[in-house]
Structure formats: structure tokens, C-alpha cells
């Protein structure tokens, strides 16, 4: 069903995100999609709101695979979709906002093995003595990495707001690499 050949295609929550991370794509593997403000809760929103929905069409259109009962994975224009919003709560709301679209209009994608989300992390950890540095994606994690190092004492932490925080060096490594970001599949 997946087509190898087809670009990655990141979903993301606005245009600055959009921009940070299309800075650091470096080939034609993947592309960015970037919502406009909130998605519609589909949830609760009637079919006729959700079809009439400015960004529910773009991302109808763009995934070009049908919806609902017509929707076809094997059309898809991609080979997989991966969610990528920031990491607080309002990326968490879009993030849900998004998956709920999905779930409801788009099934058979998740059925397929075909959606995913990108956990980006919520702190750098940079050690003043080594310049090395370290991500949590929790803050028990923050707090774990700062009791191994508990001998050195100087270090800066950085609070993760949004995904145009990121320099293009992170961003290709912890959000864009296949290998090295945090990923969910969504089954």
C-alpha cells in the first residue's frame, strides 16, 4: 500500500512552523502543509460544516485519496502523513483536532498504517562546561537528566514554545530524520 516513492507529508499548525521546517528540509522526500488557525471539531460540527470548512478542504484536496466511505488509501498522494504541532497544550488541542478529522473522515489512512505523529521535545538541556546537549520530552524527563548530572551545575534550559524555536540543525534531526525523531504511529 505505501508508496516509497511519494513524499512524507507534515502537518503542521501555522506558517511559522511551516517555514522553520521547510528551511530544513534538504531534499524532495518530504513536504509541509500548514493549517491556518483551528481546525473545525469535527466532532461536533455538522458534515455540512465540516465540507464547507476552508482547511478541512485543503487538506480533502491535497490528500486527494476521497473521504469518508470513499476514501481510498492506495490514492493517496503520499506515502505517509505525519502530524508535527507544537509541543504545549494549544499543539496538543490542534493535534486532537486534526486526529479527530482523520478518525472521522479519513479512517481507512489510519487503518492503513499511513498517520502518524512527531513528538517534538519539550526542553533542551545545554551544559555549560561540555556544550552538550540533552532533550526531554517531559518534565520528569528534564528533572531525570538533571539528577545524572548532578555534579556539573551550570546548565541552561530551554521551554520549547513552539516548533519555530527550533534551529534547522534540530529541526532536521529530532522532527524531519525518520531515524531520529520521536514518532507515534497511529493505529
Not at 528540509?25 to 460544516?49: E, M
Amino acid at each position: 500500500m505505501k508508496n516509497k516513492n511519494k513524499k512524507e507529508l507534515f502537518i503542521v499548525e501555522g506558517q511559522s512552523a511551516a517555514s522553520t521546517l521547510r528551511q530544513a528540509i534538504g531534499n524532495s522526500d518530504q513536504i509541509i502543509h500548514a493549517i491556518q488557525g483551528k481546525l473545525i471539531n469535527v466532532a461536533k460540527a455538522t458534515p455540512k460544516k465540516v465540507h464547507e470548512n476552508t482547511e478541512c478542504q485543503k487538506i480533502f484536496q491535497l490528500l486527494a485519496c476521497g473521504k469518508g466511505s470513499d476514501c481510498q488509501p492506495d490514492q493517496l498522494n503520499y506515502s505517509r502523513i505525519l502530524i508535527l504541532t507544537d509541543p504545549d497544550s494549544d499543539g496538543s488541542h490542534s493535534r486532537a483536532l486534526v486526529l479527530t478529522l482523520f478518525d472521522q473522515y479519513l479512517k481507512p489512512l489510519i487503518d492503513s498504517g499511513l498517520v502518524s505523529v512527531i513528538i517534538p521535545p519539550l526542553f533542551r538541556m545545554t551544559w555549560e562546561d561540555s556544550g552538550q546537549e540533552n532533550y526531554a520530552w517531559s518534565e520528569q524527563e528534564r528533572l531525570q537528566l538533571i539528577q545524572e548530572n548532578e555534579t556539573v551545575r551550570d546548565f541552561i534550559v530551554t521551554r520549547f514554545k513552539g516548533v519555530a524555536q527550533f534551529s534547522r540543525e534540530e529541526c532536521v534531526r529530532l522532527l524531519l530524520h525518520p531515524e531520529t525523531r520521536k514518532q507515534i504511529d497511529i493505529v
